[in-house]
Nanobody, 115 residues
Framework: QVRLVESGGGLVQAGGSLRLSCAAS????????MGWYRQAPGKQRELVAT???????NYADSVKGRFTISRDNAKNTVYLQMNSLKAEDTAVYYC?????????WGQGTQVTVSS
């Protein structure tokens, strides 16, 4: 079955960096678009970044120029490099894909940015 496992979250000071990883299994990773979303306390889940199978990318305006999504098809892993982190980036970050018309999510990884 489809499984997404995020890692790499933690506590970081404002201005710092983190790299999130999402290990995928249960489907042919290279055939599917991948995305990162986040959900802050009391807020709706929102798109952070996506990458297509052809490596086209899309970013939320709030993270453009600071975050970079990438993928390693040989490792079935998608990454989110987060630089110049701000307090407002604090959230649980989720990996996402859509397989067979169904959306799949990981368990999430907490990112906390202290100001």
């Amino acid at each position: 079955q489809v499984r997404l496992v995020e890692s790499g979250g933690g506590l970081v000071q404002a201005g710092g960096s983190l790299r999130l990883s999402c290990a995928a299994s249960g489907f042919t990773f290279s055939f599917y678009n991948m995305g990162w979303y986040r959900q802050a306390p009391g807020k709706q889940r929102e798109l952070v970044a996506t990458m297509t199978t052809s490596r086209s990318t899309n970013y939320a305006d709030s993270v453009k120029g600071r975050f970079t999504i990438s993928r390693d098809n040989a490792k079935n892993t998608v990454y989110l490099q987060m630089n110049s982190l701000k307090a407002e980036d604090t959230a649980v970050y989720y990996c996402n894909t859509n397989v067979g018309g169904r959306a799949y999510w990981g368990q999430g990884t907490q990112v906390t940015v202290s100001s």
